[in-house]
C-alpha cells in the first residue's frame, strides 16, 4: 500500500456513522485527545464505550469513575509465575487521560463501559507499565517529521502538532489528524516489530471485541492508543466474540502519583511532566474551549516563581518577564499559536541560566520537577486491598508470625543456623523498612552500625494492626510485594538522600544497601550497588574510597544475614573503588595535618585488604606505583612512614632504604621537634613489629632517642606515647624484652615490677602527711584540704 | 577594506547567494532594523533543503533559536562554552544573517579600553578644529548603534572588569552620552542593534564578569560536538587541510584517526562509548585541540621521526602538549585513563597497544 492509501484508509474508517462505530486515536496522558474525546462523547453519545485496557480490569471501572476517585491513580496488576518472581504492572490514569475521561464522560450518559484489551497476563512480564508509547518518540517517521518541522524530538512534535490544539471545537479534524500520523508512525514500523511485540495479536483480539458490540448497544465509541488505528479500521468483519477466560492476575486500583506517573514514562508510557499536561486541561475546561495560551504561560511562570521564592531561590522580576518574552518569541518563531512545553523549558534557560551550563544545571531540573509536580491521586472506599497488603499478610503467616489479633508478641530469632529464621528476619527487617510498625528490634547484631555481629539470635517484638495495613497501603507505591516495595522505597531514600545534597554519600549508600540485604530485597539490589559504584568514582576523599571498599568486601566475604544473593555482585563496584584509591593515592602527598590519622588507617586498611585472598582480581602493581609517586613526591612525614613500610612489606623496597629515610627525618631539620616523630607513627600505623623485625631500625631510634637532650625529650615524650601506642601490649612486652637484652638487662627492669617499702619508712611516710595537712590547716587552708577529699 | 582577496571571508561574502535567496523568500514579520526575518536567520543558520541553504551549525536546534530570540529583546547575548565549539561562528553568522554585517566586531584583550567600547578621536581633527563629530571615531559598538546592526565582542571576559563594566549603562539606556560635543547630546541606538558577546568562563587569566553585567546578557552554553562520527570526520578533514601546505602527501590512518578522537571524547564526556567512566579533565578537550595534537603528531612523525606514517605513538606523545598544560590533576585523570581504559584496549587492538606503551613512559619518565 502507498503512504496516501494508508492515509486515506484511517480517513475512511475513522468514522463509521453507517455502522455506528466511531474510533478516537489517543495518545495516553494527552489533554488534547482527552478534550476531543470528551467532545465526542457529548456529540455522538455512545451507548458502549470500549477503552484499550486489558479487560480483566474491567471489575474496577466503578471504583475508577466513583466520585470519590481523584486521578492520578493506576490499576495495578500482579501475576504468580510458576517459576520466577511474581510480576507487576500499572496502568496509570490522571484527570488528562483521554481514557479516563471516556469512561467518566460515557458513565454520565449511561453508555456501557468497556475494556477490550487482552488480559493483563499477556503483557506483564514485558514492561511495568501496560501503555506503551515508545513508537511517538522513537520512530523514522517521527524524526524526518521532527527534523522537517524543527523540533528537538518526538515530544516536541507532538505537542507542536496537537497539544496546540486542546480546545478545538472541531474534534472530526483533530482526531483524524492524530489517526493519519499514527497511520505514519505505524508505516515506518517494521512488520516483524508489530509481530514480536504481540500488537498484531492484540488488535486481532480487541478487533473481536468490537465486533461483538451487538446493534443495540451502538453507537460504539472505541477509545485506542492511536498507532493500533490503523489496524483496526481495517479489521471490521463481524467475528465470534473472543473466548474470555478467566483471568491469571489479580488487579486493584491503587493510589498513583505524578512522581510515579513520571518514571513510569521512562518506560515511553504517555507524555511525561503530568503536573504541565494538567494545566493545559484545567485552563481548556475553564475556557470551555481552547486556552488563553499567553495567559497559561504567565500562569505557570508566576507560581514557579512563587513556589521558588518559598523555597529560597527567587526570581527576579525582570528574569520573569524576560522568559515570558522568550518564551513567547520562541513560540512564534517555531510557528506555534502559543507557548508550550519546550518553549518555557528553553526560556527558563535564557532568562535564568547565567554563566555556562554544564549537563543538567539546577534551574532546569527545579523547573522540570515543578512540571512534573506532586498530585497523588484518592481512591474511593471498598476498592479492595492492594496486593502489598494481602502478600505481606500471606508471608508473615508463612514465616510463622502470628496476626490473628493485634497482640504484641515477642519472637527470637536464630538467624545463623536456620534458613526459615534467617528468611523471617528478613521480612521482619523489610517490614520495618517500609517503616509499617509491624516489628521492632529488641536486641541481636547490628549489622548497620557493625556492633555485636557475632551474635546468633535476634530478638523481634511484633503485632499487626490496621495501622501496618494503612501504612502498607502508602507504601504500595513501591511495589506490590514485600521486596519489591522495599527495593522501591530503598529508591524513594536514594531520592531523598539527592534531594538532600547528599547525592554522593558513600556512607549513607552503603547503609541503604546494607538495609535492602537484610530485607532480603534481592536483585533490585544490582541498581544500588550501581549507585554506590557512582559515588566512590567521584570521590574525591582517600579514606572514603577505602572505606568503601572495605565495607563492600565486609558485604562481599558475609554469609547470613548481610550475605549477598546470588544475583547481585559487588565486583565491579569494588573495582571501581580500587581504581578510586589508587587516582586518590596522589592526593597523599598533600594531605593536610588534620586528616592524616584517618588516611593513615585508611592505608593500612587497604593494605591489609590487597595482602589477602580477596584481592586477588586486582592489579596491586598499579597501587604500588602509585605509592611510590607518594613517596617521591616529598610527602608528609607521617605518610613517607607508612608508605615505605608497605613497599618493604610488598618487597619492593629494601630494609635500608627504610631505616636511611628514617635516619633522614630524625637528623632532618623542622620546625618542631614532633615532626620527626611523625615518620615513626606512620610506620607503627602500618606494622608494628616493623620495629623488632629490621634491627637496624631499632638501633637507629636507639641513636637518636639517646642523642636528645632531657628537655627535647620530654617535650617529645607525648608524640612518642602516642606513636607506640599502636603496638599492643603483649607486643609492648616483646619489644621490652628485644631492648632489655640490648642492654644486657632483664624485663623487670622495665616494667619496675614492685618497690620494696619497709614498714619503718612507710610510718615515717605517713607521720610526715599528718603534719603536713596541720601546717596546711594552721595556715588557714582547711577548705582546700578539704577539697583534695582528705581529713586533718 | 577589500574582503574578496582577505585570509578568511566574512560570513556575508561568503554566502552571499544563501543571504540573498532567503532575502527574497521572506514572507515573515521582521523585527525592526532586521534584514531578515528569525525564521529566515534560522533557515540561514540550520539549513533549509527546500530552498538549497547549506546548514551551518551542527548539534543544537534549539540553542539556535534561544540566540535568535534573545537578539530581538532588549538583552545581549553572551554565547559561552569551550574554547574550540564554534561560539565565534555562531555569532558571525547570526550577525550576518541580522544585520548584513559580521565586522562590526571588538576582540576582547587585556588592552582593551573603554574607548574602544564606546569612542576615540582623531587627535589631528580634534587639535585643529576642537570636539566635533568629524573629530569622533566611533567604536564598532557605536557604529552598529547608529546603523541598527549586532555588534560582536569576542572573549569579553578578557577585557579587564571596569572595561566591561562601560558596557552595563550602554546595554541598559541603549546609548552613548558624548559630552564633548555639548552637555545633553548623546548617541541613542537605532532599532535593530544588540551586542552579541562570546566569553570563556574556565579558562585561566580571565576576569569574572559582574553579576550586574551578566543580567543584562542571556547566556547560551555552546556544547562540543555530540556525534563521534561527525567528529571524527570534521578533525580527519582540518589535520589533512593544515597538511597541506608541507605537501608530503601523508594522511592520518583510520585507526590512528579513531584512536585520536576516542581519547579526546573519552576523557571529555567522562564516560566511554562502552559505557565505562572516566574522570575528566579540566583542561580542555575540544575538537580544535584534538586537530591540534593531531597536526603536532603528523608532523612529528614526518619531519623528526621520519616515520612512513603518524601512529599512535605520536599522538600520545604531543597529547603531553594538550592535558598537561596546566593542571597537575589532569596529568593523574591522565594516568588513571592510560592505567584502565588504555591497558584493556591495549589487550586488543595493536593501535591501543602502542598507545600505552607510548603514554605510560611518556608519564613515568
Redesign the interface.
Known amino acids: 500500500m502507498v503512504d496516501e492509501e494508508r492515509f486515506d484508509a484511517v480517513r475512511d474508517g475513522l468514522f463509521q456513522p453507517e455502522s455506528g462505530v466511531f474510533f478516537a486515536p489517543v495518545r495516553h496522558h494527552s489533554p488534547a485527545c482527552a478534550w476531543a474525546v470528551q467532545q465526542m462523547v457529548r456529540e455522538i453519545r455512545p451507548k458502549t464505550v470500549l477503552v484499550e485496557a486489558p479487560h480483566d480490569f474491567a471489575h474496577i471501572i466503578p471504583h475508577l469513575i466513583h466520585p470519590d476517585t481523584k486521578p492520578p491513580v493506576a490499576i495495578a496488576g500482579l501475576l504468580d509465575q510458576k517459576d520466577g518472581p511474581r510480576l507487576a504492572a500499572y496502568y496509570p490514569f490522571c484527570a488528562h487521560s483521554p481514557e479516563y475521561v471516556a469512561l467518566k464522560e460515557g458513565a454520565e450518559i449511561g453508555a456501557q463501559l468497556r475494556f477490550i484489551d487482552q488480559p493483563s497476563e499477556a503483557k506483564m512480564g514485558k514492561a511495568r507499565a501496560l501503555v506503551d508509547e515508545a513508537v511517538f518518540d522513537g520512530s523514522d517517521f517521527v524524526s524526518a517529521l521532527a527534523k522537517k518541522t524543527g523540533c528537538r524530538d518526538g515530544f516536541e512534535l507532538w505537542d507542536h502538532l496537537f497539544e496546540t490544539r486542546l480546545g478545538t471545537a472541531n474534534w472530526q479534524d483533530f482526531l483524524l489528524d492524530v489517526g493519519v500520523y499514527c497511520a505514519g508512525l505505524r508505516a515506518s514500523t517494521p512488520g516483524s516489530v508489530l509481530q514480536e511485540s504481540g500488537d498484531l495479536a492484540r488488535e486481532g483480539f480487541m478487533a473481536r471485541q468490537i465486533a461483538s458490540v451487538e446493534k443495540g448497544q451502538k453507537p460504539v465509541l472505541v477509545v485506542v492508543g492511536g498507532f493500533h488505528v490503523p489496524a483496526l479500521v481495517g479489521l471490521q468483519q463481524p467475528v465470534k466474540a473472543a473466548e474470555i477466560k478467566p483471568p491469571k492476575a489479580q488487579s486493584y486500583l491503587i493510589r498513583y502519583g505524578y512522581k510515579e506517573l513520571d518514571a513510569l514514562n521512562g518506560y515511553a508510557a504517555g507524555l511525561p511532566q503530568p503536573a504541565y499536561y494538567e494545566t493545559l486541561w484545567n485552563n481548556a475546561q475553564t475556557a470551555r474551549g481552547t486556552p488563553d495560551w499567553q495567559a497559561v504561560a504567565g500562569g505557570i511562570v508566576q507560581e514557579f516563581a512563587s513556589q521558588m521564592r518559598k523555597e529560597g531561590h527567587g526570581i527576579a522580576l525582570p528574569a520573569m518577564v524576560e522568559m515570558l518574552r522568550s518564551a513567547d518569541a520562541l513560540s512564534k518563531l517555531r510557528g506555534r499559536p502559543g507557548v508550550m512545553r519546550h518553549d518555557l523549558i528553553d526560556a527558563l534557560k535564557s532568562a535564568l541560566l547565567k554563566g555556562e551550563a554544564s549537563g543538567r544545571d539546577a534551574w532546569t531540573e527545579r523547573f522540570v520537577l515543578f512540571l512534573r509536580g506532586h498530585s497523588l491521586g484518592e481512591i474511593c472506599e471498598g476498592t479492595g486491598q492492594p496486593p502489598l497488603v494481602a502478600d505481606a499478610m500471606q508471608r508473615a503467616k508463612a514465616f510463622r508470625f502470628d496476626v490473628s489479633d493485634g497482640q504484641r508478641r515477642a519472637r527470637s530469632l536464630d538467624i545463623r543456623r536456620k534458613p526459615r529464621h534467617l528468611a523471617a528476619s528478613q521480612f521482619s527487617h523489610a517490614m520495618a523498612l517500609l517503616d509499617t510498625g509491624f516489628a521492632a528490634r529488641q536486641s541481636g547484631p547490628d549489622f548497620i552500625n557493625a556492633v555485636q555481629t557475632g551474635l546468633l539470635f535476634e530478638n523481634w517484638h511484633y503485632a499487626w494492626s490496621p495501622q501496618v495495613e494503612g501504612m502498607l497501603i502508602q507504601a504500595a507505591i513501591h511495589g506490590d510485594t514485600i521486596p519489591d516495595a522495599c527495593a522501591g522505597a530503598l529508591l524513594a531514600e536514594r531520592v531523598a538522600l539527592v534531594e538532600d545534597g547528599r547525592a554522593n554519600d558513600i556512607e549513607a549508600l552503603v547503609v541503604l544497601l546494607k538495609r535492602g540485604l537484610l530485607a532480603g530485597v534481592g536483585a533490585p539490589l544490582t541498581a544500588l550497588v550501581g549507585e554506590v559504584e557512582k559515588a566512590i568514582r567521584i570521590s574525591a576523599d582517600f579514606e572514603r574510597a577505602a572505606m568503601a571498599m572495605q565495607a563492600l568486601h565486609t558485604i562481599e566475604v558475609s554469609r547470613g544475614p548481610l550475605g549477598l544473593p546470588d544475583t547481585v555482585s559487588v565486583q565491579g563496584a569494588m573495582r571501581v573503588a580500587f581504581e578510586r584509591v589508587v587516582f586518590l593515592c596522589d592526593d597523599l602527598a598533600n594531605a593536610p595535618d588534620e586528616t592524616l590519622p584517618a588516611k593513615l588507617a585508611a592505608l593500612r586498611l587497604i593494605t591489609e585488604f590487597l595482602r589477602s585472598d580477596g584481592a586477588s582480581a586486582f592489579d596491586v602493581q598499579v597501587f604500588d606505583e602509585a605509592l611510590d609517586r607518594v613517596a617521591a613526591a616529598n610527602p608528609p612525614a607521617e605518610i613517607l612512614g607508612a608508605v615505605l613500610v608497605i613497599g618493604l612489606q610488598s618487597g619492593k623496597r629494601a630494609p635500608d632504604d627504610l631505616v636511611r629515610a628514617m635516619r633522614g627525618q630524625f637528623n632532618g631539620a623542622f620546625l618542631s621537634n614532633e615532626s620527626k616523630v611523625g615518620f615513626l607513627r606512620g610506620m607503627l600505623e602500618i606494622s608494628a613489629s616493623i620495629l623488632w623485625s629490621i634491627p637496624s631500625l631499632l638501633e637507629e631510634l636507639d641513636r637518636f632517642l639517646s642523642g636528645l637532650e632531657d628537655l627535647t625529650f620530654l617535650e617529645l615524650l607525648p608524640h612518642l606515647r602516642l606513636a607506640l601506642t599502636r603496638l599492643s601490649p603483649r607486643q609492648s612486652d616483646q619489644l621490652a624484652e628485644i631492648l632489655a637484652d640490648r642492654f644486657d638487662g632483664a624485663v623487670s627492669d622495665f616494667t619496675g615490677g614492685q618497690v620494696e617499702v619497709s614498714a619503718q619508712a612507710a610510718a615515717a611516710g605517713a607521720a610526715a602527711e599528718i603534719r603536713l595537712q596541720r601546717a596546711l590547716v594552721d595556715d588557714g587552708l582547711a577548705e582546700w584540704v578539704a577539697g583534695r577529699g582528705a581529713t586533718p | 577594506m577589500d574582503v574578496t582577496s582577505s585570509q578568511k571571508l566574512t560570513a556575508e561574502a561568503r554566502f552571499k547567494d544563501e543571504l540573498a535567496l532567503l532575502k527574497k523568500n521572506d514572507p515573515d514579520l521582521k523585527p525592526a532594523g532586521w534584514l531578515l526575518s528569525?525564521?529566515a536567520v534560522?533557515k540561514f543558520i540550520?539549513g533549509d533543503a527546500a530552498l538549497g541553504i547549506s546548514q551551518k551549525f551542527y548539534g543544537d536546534?534549539?540553542l539556535v533559536?534561544?540566540c535568535?530570540?534573545?537578539l530581538?529583546?532588549h538583552?545581549g547575548l553572551m554565547l559561552?562554552?569551550e574554547p574550540g565549539t564554534a561560539k565565534t561562528l555562531l555569532s558571525e553568522l547570526l550577525s550576518a544573517a541580522i544585520s548584513g554585517d559580521s565586522l562590526l566586531v571588538v576582540q576582547g584583550s587585556a588592552g582593551i579600553i573603554e574607548d574602544h567600547l564606546r569612542y576615540g578621536w582623531n587627535y589631528a581633527v580634534l587639535l585643529a578644529e576642537g570636539p566635533s563629530e568629524r573629530a569622533m571615531v566611533a567604536s564598532p559598538v557605536m557604529a552598529a548603534m547608529q546603523q541598527g546592526k549586532i555588534a560582536r565582542i569576542e572573549e569579553l571576559t578578557r577585557c579587564a572588569p571596569e572595561v566591561q563594566d562601560a558596557l552595563i549603562s550602554l546595554m541598559s539606556e541603549k546609548t552613548i552620552s558624548t559630552p564633548e560635543l555639548g552637555s545633553g547630546t548623546e548617541v541613542r541606538a537605532a532599532r535593530g542593534f544588540n551586542l552579541i558577546g562570546t566569553a570563556n568562563?574556565?579558562d585561566l587569566g580571565v576576569n569574572e564578569m559582574s553579576?550586574a553585567l551578566?543580567?543584562r546578557?542571556?547566556?547560551?552554553?555552546v556544547q562540543p560536538i555530540s556525534d563521534p562520527v561527525f567528529e571524527q570526520e570534521l578533525v580527519a578533514q582540518q589535520v589533512s587541510e593544515r597538511m597541506a601546505e608541507y605537501d608530503i602527501g601523508q594522511q592520518m590512518p583510520d585507526d590512528v584517526l579513531a584512536l585520536l578522537v576516542s581519547v579526546f571524547r573519552d576523557l571529555r564526556t567522562g564516560q566511554t562509548h562502552d559505557g565505562a567512566?572516566v574522570?575528566q579533565t579540566k583542561s580542555v578537550m575540544s575538537t580544535a585541540e584534538a586537530v591540534n595534537v593531531g597536526h603536532a603528531a603528523m608532523l612529528d612523525a614526518a619531519f623528526l621521526d621520519g616515520a612512513s606514517a603518524v601512529t599512535p605513538a605520536h599522538i600520545a606523545r604531543h597529547l603531553g602538549g594538550v592535558v598537561f598544560k596546566d593542571e597537575d590533576d589532569d596529568v593523574?585523570?591522565f594516568?588513571?585513563y592510560i592505567?584502565?581504559i588504555a591497558r584493556a584496549r591495549s589487550r586488543k587492538s595493536k593501535a591501543w597497544k602502542l598507545f600505552f606503551k607510548s603514554a605510560k613512559t611518556g608519564l613515568?619518565g
Request: no cysteine; glycine share 6%; hydrophobic share 35%.
Open positions: 528569525p525564521r534560522r540550520l536546534n534549539p533559536d534561544r535568535i530570540v534573545a530581538m529583546g538583552q559561552v562554552g568562563l574556565r553579576s551578566k543580567r546578557f542571556n547566556f547560551e552554553t567512566v574522570a593523574r585523570k594516568r588513571a592505567d584502565t613515568d
